[in-house]
């Protein structure tokens, strides 16, 4: 588990990065594979949460959108919401992520005492998550001076290759956009990376949030232990587990 030094030092919340080391997956799932969504054991992710709720969970399903729930006094629900971030201002009320080389970002206002826990892919990013989270906090009462974003451990630029199209999509949006790729030649071809994590830096600093610390971990390099779904394709693995980010209120 990684701690960032910011969220660290308050003692209001408790939090932690999880990568697969410490639970009770087996094989290409091994270990702590947190993903109800993967094809893991029913029963080994269950014990896994548990694994992880004792260490400090309420988790929704990620669909890669822009998409949120938040978690009120007066909120209940029977059934796994689909969105791509949790908000609440709940005392112990666990929220948490699943990534697997998107961007994990938990999110703290340390004087409203509100929390978030951000599931950052591209098209969640490019859609507006981040934005719509960080709106709706100060909508609560929130302010953006008090606001910290930890970015967790996610796929770094070197690992991250994308297509044309997709360089395309972002600089039609946004012509800036190009300085989040980066091109490579390899063997007389032109190969093009993306640079998730610092484009999610971008989108939070565009938010109004300045206090922001960014964990350079690369889910993808297996020495991390991380679970990387780009690495399990490398692989030719049939699935991934996934990884989990969770932040509580004390």
């Given amino acids: 588990m990684i701690k960032s ?12 990065f999880f990568n697969s080391i410490g639970g009770v997956s087996k ?5 702590l594979n947190c993903g109800p969504g993967s094809n893991d054991n029913s029963a080994n992710v269950k014990k896994n949460l548990n694994i992880v709720k004792n260490k400090i969970s ?3 399903k ?7 729930i938040f978690i009120d006094k007066k909120y209940k629900s029977k059934i796994k919401p689909k969105a791509d971030a949790v908000i609440t201002d709940q005392k112990n009320v666990p929220i948490a992520v699943l990534t697997a080389d998107c961007v994990p970002i938990l999110v703290f206002d340390n ?4 929390i978030a826990a951000i599931h950052a892919g591209w098209k969640g990013a490019f859609k507006g998550i981040i934005s719509k989270v960080i709106k709706f906090m100060i909508k ?3 302010k953006t001076k008090n606001i910290t974003a930890v970015i967790g451990p996610s796929i770094s630029v070197k690992n991250y290759e994308v297509q044309k199209d997709f360089y395309k999509k972002f600089t039609r ?5 190009h300085k989040f790729f980066k091109m490579n030649k390899e063997m007389s071809k032109e190969k093009l990376y993306f640079n998730l994590s610092s484009y999610v830096k971008s989108l939070i600093l565009k938010s109004g949030v300045k206090k922001i610390e960014k964990i350079d971990v690369d889910t993808f390099d297996a020495k991390n232990k991380f679970f990387s779904a780009r690495r399990s394709k490398s692989l030719n693995h049939v699935d991934y587990g996934r990884n989990i980010s969770i ?3 004390n």
């Fill in 5 to 16: 030094k910011k969220l660290s030092k308050n003692k209001a919340i408790k939090h932690g």
């Fill in 27 to 31: 094989n290409i799932y091994k270990s």
């Fill in 58 to 60: 309420n988790n929704s």
């Fill in 62 to 68: 990620e669909i890669h959108s822009n998409k949120f």
């Fill in 111 to 114: 004087q409203r005492k509100m």
């Fill in 140 to 142: 609560r009462g929130s």
């Fill in 173 to 177: 949006k946004d012509k800036t956009s």
């Fill in 247 to 249: 932040i509580m209120l």
